[in-house]
């Protein structure tokens, strides 16, 4: 019976169900990174931007090395420019050349963009204590104005072009900002209608509820209910006699409305 015990004390753990290393890669990655950001918080401000910074540009070089191999083939395509062209064309081959740079100058481009938004961002936050649409927009204008200087995009007037990029970056990261604000945060509930809300969706007639806001039938207003209210607001006569009935046999509406009476 020993060596049973024993043998089967030796397989048992070779039973247990092993995890999977994909999930055991992601808790590795998931500690360090949270590890990380409680040092960094620690730092102070030129360290912390810093570091943030040059993690942010390593980020955009590696994206905008990507980028250039996928357009190399594009890059190769534009023509050397001649020395006669005029300003305007000049400027134009030059935005064209910024776009479609080969790796190295779409990853020194896209380096400077991504570490300087994220400089500012880092910034911006600690001294307001709070990432909102001016910070952002604040750090997209820096990183734009950067990346048309260094992209060479402004042609002759560079200074004008550089200003002119970063408000267009902060004015489309200012429209983003906005929008995922908008999409992230969960409707507020009109607390005048947290009754009639809750009546509605037992009866399941929650279809209803833009009938009720519509003619401001609220929650102080269930115990008056008639029918004739009801079909001001183009409720149908079924759902009416359920709305009514319930309000009939509710003891608390019935109270308040006994008491108005």
């Not at 319930?246 to 019935?254: E, F, G, Q």
Request: hydrophobic letters at 40%; glycine letters at 10%.
């Amino acid at each position: 019976m020993v060596r049973i015990e024993e043998k089967q004390g030796t397989i048992a753990p070779s039973l247990m169900p092993q995890q999977n290393p994909l999930e055991q890669l992601q808790s590795k990655f998931k500690q360090v990174e949270n590890g990380f950001r409680a040092w960094l918080a620690k730092q102070s401000l030129p360290v912390e931007a810093a570091v943030v910074t040059t993690t942010g540009a390593a980020q955009g070089a590696a994206i905008g090395a990507l980028m250039g191999t996928l357009s190399n083939d594009v890059s190769s395509s534009i023509p050397t420019p001649q020395a006669s062209m005029n300003p305007q064309a000049m400027a134009s081959f030059k935005q064209a050349q910024a776009l479609s740079g080969g790796p190295l100058v779409q990853a020194r481009n896209f380096a400077v963009m991504t570490g300087v938004n994220a400089g500012i961002s880092c910034v911006m936050k600690r001294l307001r204590g709070k990432e909102d649409v001016q910070s952002s927009m604040a750090a997209a204008f820096g990183s734009g104005a950067m990346f048309s200087l260094v992209s060479g995009m402004g042609g002759p007037n560079q200074a004008a072009n550089a200003v002119t990029s970063g408000l267009f970056f902060a004015l489309v990261q200012g429209g983003l900002f906005q929008l995922g604000q908008k999409f992230s945060q969960p409707p507020v509930e009109d607390v005048n209608y947290s009754r009639t809300k809750s009546m509605l969706n037992n009866l399941g007639l929650q279809n209803y509820e833009k009938n009720f806001k519509k003619g401001m039938l609220t929650d102080s207003t269930l115990p008056l209910l008639t029918d004739s209210a009801l079909r001001d607001v183009k409720i149908p006569p079924g759902p009416r006699l359920l709305i009514l009935d319930h309000i009939h046999r509710d003891p608390t509406l019935r109270e308040k409305k006994g008491r108005r009476g």
